[in-house]
């Protein structure tokens, strides 16, 4: 398993639970890199305001310089910046909300990795039923999981927690989905956060999960560096390893106290429970 650290290059962001920032996405993306590869991460979980400017930004040169990878592309800017979800009860929004993120994964694949899909799944409400918004982010998922596939990558879906949707909460849930829709090129994004408010035992979920895990963040019960909280670090190293997970774990957790103790907190934990090459 390899250990990758958060940067966020959204200015609208600049209080969520990432752990390197800047006052400009240059900035963030030159400390974040710089301290990712000085405490032993083997990459970074970058978070752009679109494909424009993760195109534009000198990303490139920044992993080069510091022998990392790209492990995730987040598109949470297009809910936090735009308010699109791809269950929106407007066609027009849930299409801006597909290209959206449609433009992402063009750009990550060329960085060799996936982009997920979090925050811009959306919720069922007004006269969009439950059934109506699972029908919408099917076919949604569907066209992205093809799109990414086409790029030689795959589509991440991460369950969130039941104060941010109302969709799937649970990774065996959205497993099941995906399976029972034969929803293709896309994986599940299991983050211990989220998992901790709604699964009754994380560990099991995992295994149940199984090979359709495609991502893990890496964070405790409170959303800050593992061993700041009550997760059960060691249940859930063992459940990965049982699963054969060999991903990433990413820390997509709070700079508390601050983002240099927290990115050290993170590495020292994943060394401690999951071994690879951290």
């Given at each position: 398993?390899?250990?990758?650290?958060?940067?966020?290059?959204?200015?609208?962001?600049?209080?969520?639970?990432?752990?390197?920032?800047?006052?400009?996405?240059?900035?963030?993306?030159?400390?974040?890199?710089?301290?990712?590869?000085?405490?032993?991460?083997?990459?970074?979980?970058?978070?752009?305001?679109?494909?424009?400017?993760?195109?534009?930004?000198?990303?490139?040169?920044?992993?080069?310089?510091?022998?990392?990878?790209?492990?995730?592309?987040?598109?949470?800017?297009?809910?936090?910046?735009?308010?699109?979800?791809?269950?929106?009860?407007?066609?027009?929004?849930?299409?801006?909300?597909?290209?959206?993120?449609?433009?992402?994964?063009?750009?990550?694949?060329?960085?060799?990795?996936?982009?997920?899909?979090?925050?811009?799944?959306?919720?069922?409400?007004?006269?969009?039923s439950?059934?109506?918004?699972?029908?919408?982010?099917?076919?949604?998922?569907?066209?992205?999981?093809?799109?990414?596939?086409?790029?030689?990558?795959?589509?991440?879906?991460?369950?969130?927690?039941?104060?941010?949707?109302?969709?799937?909460?649970?990774?065996?849930?959205a497993?099941?989905?995906?399976?029972?829709?034969?929803?293709?090129?896309?994986?599940?994004?299991?983050?211990?956060?989220?998992?901790?408010?709604?699964?009754?035992?994380?560990?099991?979920?995992?295994?149940?999960?199984?090979?359709?895990?495609?991502?893990v963040?890496?964070?405790?019960?409170?959303?800050?560096?593992?061993?700041?909280?009550?997760?059960d670090?060691?249940?859930?190293?063992?459940?990965?390893?049982?699963?054969?997970?060999?991903?990433?774990?990413?820390?997509?957790?709070?700079?508390?106290?601050?983002a240099?103790?927290?990115?050290?907190?993170?590495?020292?934990?994943?060394?401690?429970?999951?071994?690879?090459?951290?």
């Open positions: 398993m390899r250990a990758a650290v958060t940067v966020c290059l959204v200015p609208e962001a600049a209080q969520g639970p990432f752990v390197f920032h800047g006052a400009t996405p240059e900035e963030a993306l030159a400390r974040g890199c710089g301290r990712a590869a000085a405490l032993g991460f083997d990459g970074v979980e970058v978070f752009p305001t679109g494909a424009e400017q993760l195109a534009g930004c000198d990303l490139d040169r920044h992993l080069s310089e510091h022998g990392l990878r790209v492990a995730a592309v987040g598109s949470g800017a297009g809910w936090v910046r735009h308010r699109l979800t791809l269950t929106h009860a407007e066609a027009r929004v849930r299409d801006e909300a597909s290209a959206f993120v449609e433009g992402l994964v063009t750009v990550a694949a060329r960085h060799g990795a996936p982009v997920i899909v979090g925050s811009m799944q959306g919720r069922h409400e007004g006269s969009v439950r059934a109506d918004a699972l029908d919408l982010l099917a076919g949604a998922l569907a066209r992205l999981g093809r799109h990414a596939a086409g790029s030689g990558q795959t589509l991440l879906y991460e369950p969130l927690n039941r104060y941010e949707t109302n969709l799937f909460t649970r990774i065996g849930d497993a099941a989905f995906l399976r029972e829709r034969r929803i293709d090129g896309v994986r599940i994004l299991a983050d211990l956060f989220h998992m901790n408010i709604e699964e009754a035992d994380p560990a099991a979920a995992l295994r149940a999960c199984g090979p359709l895990l495609g991502h963040h890496w964070a405790d019960s409170n959303r800050q560096a593992v061993g700041a909280g009550h997760t670090a060691a249940r859930i190293a063992a459940a990965l390893r049982d699963v054969g997970y060999d991903g990433w774990l990413s820390a997509e957790v709070f700079p508390i106290p601050d240099d103790t927290a990115a050290a907190r993170t590495i020292a934990s994943v060394r401690a429970f999951a071994g690879g090459r951290a």
